[in-house]
């Protein structure tokens, strides 16, 4: 919505924003209008590792940003090929780019396909992206695929073993470095508390 153009109603996505991230021009027309920029966050990390339930908990605090869970999409939109995920982070962030501004940044759960955010038309609208993965021990977090998202998928609960380790070895996103979080044996509250702080920290920077 925001980058329609006021004065022609050109709707393509093919607007330039300047490098001081105040204004969209339209490239048919040439007009120009001013928007908020901010930064988007990204709470990542493996299937069952609590990307969700700390959202849910952001959502009952009084705070300076907008929790969003991604998985919503997938009951919208295919997420086979690569296309397909490309295609889910234009959208994610065609829609976060209208909601901020209303003057708030937006924070959205979401495991994998990181790289996608990086390579959309969309970038252009934000300050930066930070990325936010949320870790623990391998033996917790199978306590938490099995006893509190019921998985018992041996293949699932590896392979997001392996990638739980992937973000705590390497974890590294067109070239920054994703910040972690070890949530073994912590509430929910604890890492609700960590989440908050770290986007509150990055804001006001």
């Known amino acids: 919505m925001i980058d329609l153009c006021p004065q022609c109603h050109n709707h393509e996505w093919n607007k330039e924003v300047t490098p001081d991230k105040q ?11 001013n928007f908020k920029a901010m930064p988007l966050f990204i709470l990542t990390g493996c299937s069952g590792v609590g990307k969700t339930t700390t959202a849910m908990e952001l959502q ?4 300076n940003f907008i929790p969003m869970d991604a ?8 997420h086979e090929t690569d296309e397909d995920y490309k295609n889910m982070a234009e959208q994610i962030m065609s829609l976060s780019k209208d909601i901020m501004q209303s003057g708030k940044p937006l924070l959205w759960t979401k495991a ?5 955010f990086e ?10 992206i930070y990325y936010l993965a949320l870790v623990c021990s391998d033996k917790e977090l ?3 695929m099995r006893e509190g998202r019921k998985i018992s998928d041996l293949n699932w609960i590896t392979s997001s073993i392996d990638y739980n380790q992937w973000f705590m070895e390497h974890g590294i996103i067109s070239g920054q470095k994703i910040d972690t979080y070890d949530i073994t ?7 609700a508390n960590y989440v908050q702080h770290w986007i509150d920290e990055k804001v006001e920077a």
């Not at 204004?23 to 209008?33: F, L, M, R, V």
């Not at 390579?119 to 930066?128: P, R, S, V």
């Not at 044996?185 to 890492?191: P, R």
């Open 23 to 33: 204004q969209i021009t339209c490239p048919n027309c040439g007009h120009s209008w």
């Open 60 to 63: 009952q605090r009084d705070i």
């Open 71 to 78: 998985d919503f999409l997938y009951n919208l939109m295919p």
């Open 112 to 116: 994998g396909a990181l790289d996608c």
């Open 119 to 128: 390579e959309t038309y969309h970038l252009q609208f934000f300050t930066k």
């Open 142 to 144: 199978e306590k938490r």
């Open 185 to 191: 044996g912590k509430d929910v509250h604890e890492v």
